[in-house]
Nanobody, 117 residues
């Protein structure tokens, strides 16, 4: 098992930036990862996949964030990041970290991102 804790959310003006962090309770090297993902869920909408990183570092993004968001990881800190630039009001949502492991699927509790002037 692994516990995931997100941080870094908050209120930001349109055009601004935030970096979200997802800290894992175990070494990323010690777990068999399929993908590490960021999802988001806006009020009244379904949860959507925003960004994905495979175990070998390949990345993929939703069309709505491609070119503005970047997923990365720091193995020494057991942390996955989501850098969000040029934020728009429609990016407002609760952002969730997700690890899809061979042993199961694990979620953090989420962090709120609000983009508003």
């Amino acid at each position: 098992q692994v516990q995931l804790v997100e941080s870094g959310g908050g209120l930001v003006q349109p055009g601004g930036s935030l970096r979200l962090s997802c800290a894992a309770s175990r070494s990323i090297f010690s777990i068999s990862i399929n993908t590490m993902n960021w999802y988001r869920q806006a009020p009244g909408k379904e949860r959507e996949l925003v960004a994905t990183m495979t175990a070998i570092g390949r990345t993929n993004y939703a069309d709505s964030v491609n070119g503005r968001f970047g997923i990365s990881r720091d193995n020494t800190r057991n942390t996955v990041y989501l850098q969000m630039n040029s934020l728009k009001p429609e990016d407002t949502a609760v952002y969730y970290c997700n690890f899809d492991l061979r042993s199961g699927n694990y979620w953090g509790r989420g962090t709120q991102v609000t983009v508003s002037s």
